[in-house]
């Protein structure tokens, strides 16, 4: 299959990937290309800078979550109709699994997908140490992705002094610079990005940011380089199955998984989605409705009534502490929360989800707010990074997971609890460290790990069947 593509790398974290790649896909709107993007690794904050933004449809890829051959599957499912897709980097080029290993890098996803690589220096302060650097991300990469280099908070009197010399000395496309500007800079917190939402004009400086790129960066170069990215070969079910995308609903029929997906079950999953609960993989939606879930979404802000007729409830991450004193007041929703679980609902409530259900959130400065008081337990701002990586996690007693089967996932706090929970065990892949987390029953899995069901979706497809167990259990109330 072929389709033009790119991805958006650099040395370090900080060094401009995301204003390049959120400018280029606007750029690329504008000139009326049907695009997509994906965010290499578990970061949940630039998609929905692309989506709610940009307004492109935005994905996760990541080679630690997914092999090889599942990682090309989930980029070509999404392909069809589009014809450009431009895939942002993590951290610095190479930087893996632990920092160390290439599984899990940007470099690593542009290889499985042979995806050619725009190379983003941050040139601001550097001279002639700007070539050393980029001659030795350049003498690294084997298989010679690196297409061209932007440099990214330089003037363009030292651009014109600076391009030639790179060209002339590592025979690399110098695609053109961006200066530093107001409007080519977003802001951040602990998290991440400041969230979409917080940021009233970025679309009008979005806009005016790709009017600046255009001045001082070769769209034509960055076009030329995708439409040169090799054609992807892959298993034959694969194609097959890219082949019978229905383009009404997303389920990939041909899959194997779809084989055991009982049409007539139509369990409702209620997710929490607003302000403060806003981290989903879309890949992990998708997946619960591809086995038979539908998806209603409430807000633990704005609402005070669950969806009518939901049968499970999904808690996601966010930044529920940004919103405490809102979620405190909302005393409807926390008590309808807790009677459902209460009640046997099956529930799934990761990182901001899992604080949501203790029965106190302390803010940094003290303040105590009552949450929805399913876990008897305190959580607490400890003012530095808790936990921060992949793990994988096995489950000590089977209840979501067959025994001995394993899900990936990634934590990222620092806000801590009382009470992490000790009925599974994450493993950390770069090290082998170990150390319990998760609050689980028959029915519930609730803690800090944020999971990516199509690493297992044996555990998307068994969420699915408690909800249905809890739909046929109450049918008879109603």
Same mark, same amino acid.
């Given at each position: 299959m072929d389709i033009k593509r790119i991805m958006i790398a650099a040395p370090k974290s900080g060094s401009g990937k995301t204003i390049v790649a959120c400018t280029l896909l606007q750029v690329l709107k504008n000139m009326e290309k049907r695009v997509i993007s994906y965010k290499c690794g578990p970061d949940y904050i630039d998609p929905m800078f692309h989506e709610k933004v940009i307004g492109v449809p935005a994905k996760n890829l990541d080679t630690f979550f997914t092999n090889e051959e599942r990682t090309r599957e989930i980029f070509l499912n999404n392909i069809p109709e589009k014809d450009f897709a431009?895939?942002?980097?993590?951290?610095?080029?190479?930087?893996?699994? /632990?920092?160390?290993?290439?599984?899990?890098?940007?470099?690593?996803?542009?290889?499985?997908?042979?995806?050619?690589?725009?190379?983003?220096?941050?040139?601001?302060?550097? /001279?002639?140490?700007?070539?050393?650097?980029?001659?030795?991300?350049?003498?690294?990469?084997?298989?010679?992705?690196?297409?061209?280099?932007?440099?990214?908070?330089?003037?363009?009197?030292?651009?014109?002094?600076?391009?030639?010399?790179?060209?002339?000395?590592?025979?690399?496309?110098?695609?053109?610079?961006?200066?530093?500007?107001?409007?080519?800079?977003?802001?951040?917190?602990?998290?991440?990005?400041?969230?979409?939402?917080?940021?009233?004009?970025?679309?009008?400086?979005?806009?005016?940011?790709?009017?600046?790129?255009?001045?001082?960066v070769s769209i034509e170069c960055i076009i030329k380089i995708a439409e040169g990215a090799e054609p992807l070969q892959?298993?034959?079910?694969?194609?097959?199955?890219?082949?019978?995308?229905?383009?009404?609903?997303?389920?990939?029929? /041909?899959?194997?998984?779809?084989?055991?997906?009982? +049409?007539?079950?139509?369990?409702?999953?209620?997710?929490?989605?607003?302000?403060?609960?806003?981290?989903?993989?879309?890949?992990?939606?998708?997946?619960?409705?591809?086995?038979? +879930?539908?998806?209603?979404?409430?807000?633990?802000?704005?609402?005070?009534?669950?969806?009518?007729?939901?049968?499970?409830?999904?808690?996601?991450?966010?930044?529920?502490?940004?919103?405490?004193?809102?979620?405190?007041?909302?005393?409807?929703?926390?008590? +309808?929360?807790?009677?459902?679980?209460?009640?046997?609902?099956?529930?799934?409530?990761?990182?901001?989800?899992?604080?949501?259900?203790?029965?106190?959130?302390?803010?940094?400065?003290?303040?105590?707010?009552?949450m929805a008081g399913i876990i008897p337990s305190t959580c607490y701002d400890t003012g530095k990074l808790v936990r921060f990586g992949y793990i994988e996690i096995e489950e000590k007693k089977s209840c979501f997971l067959p025994k001995g089967e394993r899900i990936k996932g990634h934590e990222f706090h620092y806000y801590d609890s009382t009470n992490n929970g000790n009925d599974t065990i994450a493993i950390k892949p770069a090290t082998g460290n170990q150390y319990f987390c998760i609050i689980e029953s028959e029915n519930c899995w609730i803690g800090f790990p944020h999971l990516y069901y199509p690493s297992n979706p044996i555990f998307a497809k068994a969420f699915v069947e408690k909800a249905e167990k809890y739909k046929k259990r109450m049918e008879p109330l109603h």
């Amino acid at each position: 299959m072929d389709i033009k593509r790119i991805m958006i790398a650099a040395p370090k974290s900080g060094s401009g990937k995301t204003i390049v790649a959120c400018t280029l896909l606007q750029v690329l709107k504008n000139m009326e290309k049907r695009v997509i993007s994906y965010k290499c690794g578990p970061d949940y904050i630039d998609p929905m800078f692309h989506e709610k933004v940009i307004g492109v449809p935005a994905k996760n890829l990541d080679t630690f979550f997914t092999n090889e051959e599942r990682t090309r599957e989930i980029f070509l499912n999404n392909i069809p109709e589009k014809d450009f897709a431009v895939l942002e980097g993590v951290m610095g080029l190479y930087d893996g699994l /632990g920092g160390i290993k290439e599984e899990g890098s940007s470099y690593h996803l542009a290889k499985v997908t042979k995806t050619p690589i725009l190379f983003v220096v941050d040139a601001k302060g550097m /001279g002639r140490s700007a070539v050393s650097l980029i001659a030795g991300f350049l003498d690294y990469d084997k298989e010679h992705l690196i297409q061209a280099v932007l440099l990214n908070k330089i003037s363009k009197g030292y651009y014109e002094i600076i391009k030639p010399l790179i060209e002339e000395e590592l025979k690399i496309h110098v695609a053109g610079f961006l200066p530093e500007r107001e409007e080519l800079h977003i802001e951040s917190r602990y998290l991440g990005l400041i969230m979409p939402k917080e940021l009233g004009d970025i679309k009008e400086r979005l806009q005016a940011a790709s009017k600046e790129f255009l001045k001082t960066v070769s769209i034509e170069c960055i076009i030329k380089i995708a439409e040169g990215a090799e054609p992807l070969q892959v298993s034959e079910e694969i194609e097959e199955t890219i082949q019978r995308v229905d383009s009404g609903n997303n389920i990939k029929k /041909g899959s194997n998984r779809n084989k055991n997906i009982i +049409a007539e079950r139509k369990p409702t999953i209620a997710v929490a989605k607003d302000e403060a609960f806003c981290f989903y993989y879309a890949d992990n939606i998708e997946i619960l409705k591809e086995y038979g +879930a539908e998806i209603k979404y409430f807000s633990p802000l704005w609402d005070e009534t669950l969806p009518e007729g939901c049968h499970a409830l999904l808690i996601g991450g966010g930044y529920p502490e940004l919103y405490a004193k809102k979620l405190t007041e909302n005393e409807k929703m926390r008590t +309808a929360v807790k009677n459902a679980v209460e009640n046997g609902m099956p529930v799934v409530a990761e990182c901001g989800g899992f604080m949501y259900l203790h029965s106190v959130i302390i803010d940094k400065n003290g303040i105590c707010y009552d949450m929805a008081g399913i876990i008897p337990s305190t959580c607490y701002d400890t003012g530095k990074l808790v936990r921060f990586g992949y793990i994988e996690i096995e489950e000590k007693k089977s209840c979501f997971l067959p025994k001995g089967e394993r899900i990936k996932g990634h934590e990222f706090h620092y806000y801590d609890s009382t009470n992490n929970g000790n009925d599974t065990i994450a493993i950390k892949p770069a090290t082998g460290n170990q150390y319990f987390c998760i609050i689980e029953s028959e029915n519930c899995w609730i803690g800090f790990p944020h999971l990516y069901y199509p690493s297992n979706p044996i555990f998307a497809k068994a969420f699915v069947e408690k909800a249905e167990k809890y739909k046929k259990r109450m049918e008879p109330l109603h």
